[in-house]
């Protein structure tokens, strides 16, 4: 049973960057995506960053795009998603997830606040 723990999140000024990250333990083995998904306060969740656990193609939402990146330690199991620049809109509770082959759902973990304060 794969787990994910994100950590990182915290109180940051606009302007400012902060390194999520999401480590997974677990049957890692069966992982083949992950990605960062966000839920502002009284707004529905949505994707942020995506990325091919093996080959390690991404993908980004428009809104953040050149201004995050999502990037993978195998090795570590671990995920990341830098945010510079951040911006009041990117408050939210930021969450990872993992797909697994035979798995027709996604695992998440519990999620990390970031307050982007203006």
């Known amino acids: 049973q794969v787990q994910l723990v994100e950590s990182g999140g915290g109180l940051v000024q606009a302007g400012g960057s902060l390194r999520l990250s999401c480590a997974a333990s677990g049957g890692t083995s069966s992982i083949y995506a992950m990605g960062w998904f966000r839920r502002a306060p009284g707004q529905e969740r949505e994707s942020v960053a995506t990325?091919?656990?093996?080959?390690?193609?991404?993908s980004y939402a428009d809104s953040v795009k050149g201004r995050f990146t999502i990037s993978k330690d195998n090795a570590k199991n671990t995920m990341f998603l830098q945010m510079n620049p951040l911006n009041p809109d990117d408050t939210s509770v930021y969450y990872c997830?993992?797909?697994?082959?035979?798995?027709?759902?996604?695992?998440w973990g519990p999620g990390t606040p970031v307050p982007v304060s203006s």
């Open positions: 990325i091919n656990w093996s080959g390690g193609t991404t």
């Open positions: 997830a993992a797909r697994r082959f035979g798995k027709s759902s996604a695992t």
